[in-house]
């Protein structure tokens, strides 16, 4: 059957069929969007932080209501066994919970002014539309980081989700709808909006005067445009991109602990975070032992259709994806690596969909493929002497979000948190590098974009700075004892 032009195809990545067509935002509508928003905002920056914050209340209150709804399809739509899907949206959750406590902290400072009579503040005011452009990987969890603290600041929010996710998006766009009903008129039309298609919806939004924030996560190839064309307009970019994320286990380490956070971290959501351990940094005093146990812990992980009970490890989101892992693997044997597992699955899976072994490749040197992020469940070993060593080799990849290190000894573990330690916008002792928790601001250095969403005082960045000062004397004295008499 052929498909209009303006609809898109979703199949599912656990067997390629199609779960639904979706109709796709024309680019000529974009402009009317953005005007939309534009036009919300005037109202929505006079509502009041802590009422704002009432409608997130809200809409933590009917994600909660769909919480197994929304979950299997994040499952049926980007391929996330049961307790992932469901791990989504309790994300979208609490972030809930957070935001609406945030908005009725969105403090500002007062500061010594040098004037007599005078009063200095800072003031924090909502910045104006936010676009939210978002990765397949997280297709529901990225937009509520960023919704949920831009709607507390006063900001409307426009959503642009990956093409390949546009199921979850819309449904979330009905649980929206549901909190805003019973929210009532306070909140205008235009507040939360979501458009359907590619990269050249982002686009207009990425160019755009009149959307001052632009969020955006996926692969860096995309912040390098994003970022540039955002800049140019002196927009506010907040970059969310790709990792590399590495684990240093030392000789002190509690290898039952490192098994089991490694495991969790290089093949859940089958390698398809951005914060999925890629890159293991052993010392060679415990080196063969913890391989045999990784080995053996990956030749009896369950792979399989995401939604059977047991299973661990779903599929990749498409075939580009599993040919891009294959290409990987060739590539690091051909440096020298030396491979275990990271076969295709056809077995016992089902028809349809890109199932893989996890792989474990042995490398000599931290080579050119290991330096890159290949989105899928690849764990690049390496090894090393010293602890610096180590943290050198760590750093020494494009990328900065997460890293972590397994140790007893508090001298490694506090000089891997020290300035001379991880470089990664995530450092973490005994954990692995996945798995964030929402109250800690969230982002990385380098090419990993340098944005920081979620918790701590990320909300900032969808807010404008102001700085005031209030004469409250009968004289005009000038900063810095400057005299201009008339
Ligand atoms: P992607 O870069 O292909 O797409 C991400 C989004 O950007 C999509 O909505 C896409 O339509 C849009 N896009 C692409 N080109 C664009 C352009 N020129 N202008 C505007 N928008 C554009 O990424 P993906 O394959 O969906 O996701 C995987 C990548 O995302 C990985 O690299 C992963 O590390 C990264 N990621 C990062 C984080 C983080 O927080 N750092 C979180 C999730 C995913």
């Known amino acids: 059957?052929?498909?209009?032009?303006?609809?898109?195809?979703?199949?599912?990545?656990?067997?390629?069929?199609?779960?639904?067509?979706?109709?796709?935002?024309?680019?000529?509508?974009?402009?009317?969007?953005?005007?939309?928003?534009?036009?919300?905002?005037?109202?929505?920056?006079?509502?009041?932080?802590?009422?704002?914050?009432?409608?997130?209340?809200?809409?933590?209150?009917?994600?909660?209501?769909?919480?197994?709804?929304?979950?299997?399809?994040?499952?049926?739509?980007?391929?996330?066994?049961?307790?992932?899907?469901?791990?989504?949206?309790?994300?979208?959750?609490?972030?809930?919970?957070?935001?609406?406590?945030?908005?009725?902290?969105?403090?500002?400072?007062?500061?010594?002014?040098?004037?007599?009579?005078?009063?200095?503040?800072?003031?924090?005011?909502?910045?104006?539309?936010?676009?939210?452009?978002?990765?397949?990987?997280?297709?529901?969890?990225?937009?509520?980081?960023?919704?949920?603290?831009?709607?507390?600041?006063?900001?409307?929010?426009?959503?642009?989700?990956?093409?390949?996710?546009?199921?979850?998006?819309?449904?979330?766009?009905?649980?929206?709808?549901?909190?805003?009903?019973?929210?009532?008129?306070?909140?205008?039309?235009?507040?939360?909006?979501?458009?359907?298609?590619?990269?050249?919806?982002?686009?207009?939004?990425?160019?755009?005067?009149?959307?001052?924030?632009?969020?955006?996560?996926?692969?860096?190839?995309?912040?390098?445009?994003?970022?540039?064309?955002?800049?140019?307009?002196?927009?506010?970019?907040?970059?969310?991109?790709?990792?590399?994320?590495a684990m240093i286990v030392t000789p002190s380490a509690d290898l039952d602990l490192a098994v089991r956070a490694i495991v969790f971290a290089a093949v859940g959501t089958a390698g398809q975070r951005c914060t999925t351990l890629r890159r293991l940094i052993v010392h060679p005093s415990i080196r063969a032992d913890l391989l045999q146990r990784l080995r053996k812990a990956y030749a009896s992980l369950p792979i399989g259709d995401p939604r059977r009970a047991g299973v661990l490890i779903g599929p990749l989101i498409d075939a580009a994806a599993a040919e891009r892992m294959q290409a990987a693997i060739t590539r690091a044997r051909g440096e020298g690596g030396v491979v275990f597992g990271g076969a295709r699955r056809t077995a016992e899976v089902p028809a349809g969909g890109h199932y893989v072994e996890p792989a474990i490749v042995e490398m000599p040197a931290q080579t050119a493929t290991v330096r890159e992020e290949t989105f899928a469940p690849i764990l690049y070993v390496l090894g090393y002497e010293s602890l610096s060593e180590a943290i050198a080799l760590q750093n020494d990849v494009p990328q900065g979000l997460s890293s972590c290190i397994f140790t007893r000894d508090l001298r490694e573990a506090e000089t891997f948190l020290s300035a001379a330690g991880s470089d990664c916008g995530i450092a973490n002792v005994n954990i692995g590098p996945s798995g964030a928790e929402i109250g800690g601001a969230f982002g990385g250095e380098k090419e990993t974009g340098g944005g920081r969403e979620s918790g701590s005082d990320s909300w900032k960045a969808y807010m404008r700075r102001q700085t005031a000062t209030v004469n409250y004397s009968d004289k005009l004295p000038l900063a810095q004892g400057v005299s201009f008499e008339i």
């Open 1 to 245: 059957m052929t498909v209009p032009a303006n609809e898109i195809v979703v199949r599912s990545p656990i067997d390629g069929s199609e779960i639904g067509r979706v109709p796709a935002t024309a680019l000529t509508e974009m402009p009317q969007i953005i005007a939309r928003s534009k036009a919300a905002f005037e109202s929505w920056r006079q509502v009041p932080a802590p009422r704002r914050g009432e409608l997130v209340r809200l809409l933590g209150e009917e994600l909660r209501r769909d919480k197994e709804t929304l979950a299997a399809l994040v499952t049926a739509e980007a391929g996330k066994i049961v307790s992932e899907g469901l791990g989504e949206v309790q994300e979208m959750i609490d972030i809930c919970d957070f935001a609406v406590g945030l908005s009725r902290q969105l403090y500002g400072l007062t500061i010594a002014s040098e004037r007599p009579g005078h009063r200095m503040m800072e003031t924090w005011h909502p910045a104006g539309p936010c676009a939210v452009i978002s990765a397949f990987n997280f297709p529901v969890a990225v937009w509520s980081w960023n919704a949920a603290l831009a709607l507390v600041c006063g900001d409307p929010v426009i959503w642009k989700p990956s093409e390949k996710t546009p199921l979850t998006a819309l449904a979330t766009m009905r649980i929206v709808e549901r909190a805003l009903a019973r929210f009532g008129a306070e909140a205008p039309a235009g507040l939360l909006q979501c458009v359907i298609g590619g990269a050249e919806l982002g686009e207009a939004l990425v160019d755009s005067h009149d959307v001052p924030v632009v969020s955006a996560t996926g692969s860096t190839r995309m912040g390098r445009i994003v970022g540039p064309r955002v800049a140019a307009r002196f927009g506010r970019s907040l970059l969310e991109l790709g990792g590399n994320n």
